[in-house]
């Protein structure tokens, strides 16, 4: 069995790994009735805990106690598979020690696969220089990461929203199961007061114990990560996989008719349900996977496909670029969820309103002087960055701009006579 291992960075990248590690136990306990740490346990359960401040500073002090504790961590992994990296993008810590990680990752361990879970920040976020350290830090993840999760903010407040809103309507009443809800702790070993932003960190939690799903339960359509890269990574500088989350409560009525599993793999494709303010439906795809866990058969898995495909746009050279996976094994308080990710070019806006903000502060030069002081750190790591972004964005567009094009088979091979 494969393991991976969880490097936490930063306030952000703590206090999530904290709601996914308590959650995590809540899902094996609920499965495993004895308590015991079995196998499926052990292939997810370690994790590096990091904190630090800066890229060039504190990244260079403490590399070599950094790489020790990493290598340490590996020794104990039988089949190490993945890396995840969890950190926020507009602060100091996050941004500047989670991409230096990144970094020594690839250094350290290059055959060993590099998710990246990334909280971007709002347009109304209270650090003045987060731009700054956005843009830079998407420089190191267009270079040194497999695959990048992008989160806002917006949208998790957005679905902590909607969740309250249904289920304090009155509409629904007490036929939700509390245990259910995306945002819940309810059944954790936790046992302090809720924090503020426990809520929506639940929302990530759960993106990760999904996605990880099928290394830790049986399936009969189990999904590697690797596959994951594989299968949604066309382009190596294309690897931000836009994620949604459904449902996002159940009902307390045990029967899952067809049209309800359907309303499932429907939403997951609405705006509503994305993990960034996106609408994927009307961008372009490059591929998709839908990772099922619960009481789903493959056969609702294709019919679904072939239901929605009309619907959405992928590009005319990869039209079936689907990847399904199948985990027997649901989410506490559930009978069946779906985990959707998309390599979508609905997640350049993110990146055209990031450079927009950065550019507002940079025409200026206000605020430079806070990060030219530090050794190592110059203008033009600044200008690099920005390079960059505006690098990947016209990737997006030139993608764009095939949407609606006809279809194009690659002419047959002629065997000579």
């Given at each position: 069995?494969?393991?991976s291992v969880v490097l ?43 904190r630090a401040v800066g ?186 996989l836009v994620s949604s ?173």
């Amino acid at each position: 069995m494969t393991q991976s291992v969880v490097l936490q960075v930063g306030q952000c990248g703590n206090q999530i790994g904290c709601r996914f590690w308590d959650l995590a136990l809540r899902e094996h306990a609920a499965v495993n009735k004895k308590g015991i740490y079995d196998e499926a346990l052990s292939s997810f359960f370690r994790n590096v805990d990091t904190r630090a401040v800066g890229h060039k500073l504190y990244g260079c002090q403490y590399r070599e106690h950094i790489v020790e504790k990493l290598r340490r961590t590996a020794e104990h992994c039988d089949c190490l598979q993945c890396f995840f990296v969890i950190h926020s993008m507009g602060g100091g810590t996050g941004s500047g020690l989670g991409t230096f990680i990144l970094n020594v990752l690839e250094d350290e361990f290059p055959e060993v696969y590099r998710f990246v879970t990334s909280v971007y920040p709002s347009g109304e976020d209270d650090v003045i220089t987060s731009p700054y350290n956005s843009v830079l830090a998407m420089k190191e993840l267009n270079e040194h990461a497999d695959c990048v999760l992008p989160i806002e903010n917006e949208s998790l407040f957005s679905i902590v929203s909607k969740i309250h809103q249904m289920t304090n309507s009155g509409k629904l009443g007490s036929t939700v199961k509390q245990n259910s809800l995306l945002t819940s702790s309810a059944g954790s070993i936790k046992t302090e007061q809720e924090k503020p932003f426990d809520a929506m960190n639940n929302i990530v939690a759960n993106l990760l114990l999904n996605l990880t799903s099928s290394a830790r339960f049986e399936g009969s359509l189990n999904m590697d990560l690797n596959e994951i890269s594989m299968n949604l990574v066309p382009f190596p500088r294309l690897h931000y996989l836009v994620s949604s989350l459904t449902p996002l409560y159940t009902l307390a009525d045990v029967n899952v008719p067809s049209r309800r599993l359907d309303q499932m793999f429907s939403d997951a494709f609405s705006k509503d349900h994305q993990l960034i303010q996106a609408d994927p439906k009307h961008s372009l795809y490059l591929a998709c996977a839908l990772l099922v866990r619960g009481n789903v058969q493959v056969s609702d898995l294709r019919r679904n496909i072939e239901r929605l495909k009309p619907s959405l746009h992928f590009v005319s050279w990869n039209q079936e670029g689907w990847k399904t996976g199948l985990c027997s094994v649901p989410p506490v308080g559930h009978s069946h969820s779906l985990l959707a990710l998309a390599n979508n070019t609905c997640v350049k806006p993110t990146f055209t309103e990031l450079k927009d903000r950065f550019m507002k502060l940079y025409k200026k030069k206000a605020h430079l002087h806070h990060y030219l002081h530090v050794d190592g750190m110059e203008q033009s790591c600044f200008s690099e960055a920005i390079s960059s972004l505006s690098d990947l964005i016209e990737e997006y567009n030139q993608l764009d701009a095939t949407k609606g094009a006809p279809r194009t088979d690659p002419s047959r091979l002629k065997i000579a006579m």
